[in-house]
């Protein structure tokens, strides 16, 4: 089957580092993509992987591991305006998205 | 970029009645496009996927004679909820497939999402 599981809260502090986790199982893997949402709002691109490894975007970096089903997204230095649910989402073999559960993230002054 | 539009961005609509929602693709021709529904602090779930010029294809548990998706052009995709119920209430999200080329000759199958319609059914 198909499955993306992700924290479902987390709280940090204004300027502190997170790190979400991401892990999936499923049929076929085309690239794991990271949104960001507010509420109320639609997703907004993050970043995109289809290799190992780290990809680096300013504030925003992500990692993945294809053996381990595994991904990560890190926010750096972080502003109250990264208050907002981050969903993981992986392209199927047939290109379909499939999102995880989404984490709310909440940051604190 | 590509831009994805949806109209209208709020709805309220009585029980029995049918509503439908217009997903444009602006300054970019869209093959596939896909249809999300959302429930409150829920992630988005993929109702179906939308190609130009063939029927759409349901997710399973999906009433295909309920979310009628019409994909008549390359730049227009249509989701009609007929006979709305309040439990059809939800916030719809459409997206449009873009494929690029990226280095490496890797193809990222990026999706643009439109701004989502708050559906209220009284």
């Known amino acids: 089957g198909q499955n993306i599981d992700q924290p479902t809260e987390m709280t940090a502090t204004e300027g502190a580092i997170v790190q979400i986790n991401c892990t999936y199982q499923t049929s076929g893997f085309n690239g794991l993509f990271w949104y960001q949402q507010h509420a109320g709002e639609a997703p907004t691109f993050l970043s995109y992987?289809?290799?190992?490894g780290l990809e680096e975007k300013g504030r925003f970096s992500s990692f993945l591991s294809r053996s381990k089903g595994y991904s990560y997204l890190l926010l750096k230095e972080l502003q109250m305006k990264d208050s907002a649910s981050y969903l993981c989402a992986v392209a199927s073999g047939t290109y379909k998205y499939i999102f995880g559960t989404g984490t709310r993230l909440k940051v604190l002054a | 970029g590509a831009v994805v539009s949806q109209h209208p961005s709020r709805v309220i609509c009585k029980s029995g009645t049918s509503v439908k929602i217009e997903c444009r693709s602006l300054d970019f021709q869209a093959t596939t496009m896909f249809w999300y529904r959302q429930f409150p602090k829920q992630s988005l779930m993929l109702m179906a996927t939308?190609?130009?010029?063939?029927?759409?294809?349901?997710e399973q548990g999906v009433e295909k004679d309920k979310f009628l998706i019409n994909h008549a052009s390359l730049t227009l995709s249509t989701l009609t909820v007929t006979s709305a119920h309040p439990e059809d209430s939800s916030f719809y999200i459409c997206s449009a497939r873009v494929p690029r080329m990226l280095d490496r000759g890797r193809v990222l199958h990026e999706q643009y999402f439109g701004p989502g319609t708050r559906l209220t059914v009284t």
């Open positions: 992987n289809v290799l190992d």
């Open positions: 939308s190609n130009e010029g063939s029927k759409a294809t349901y």
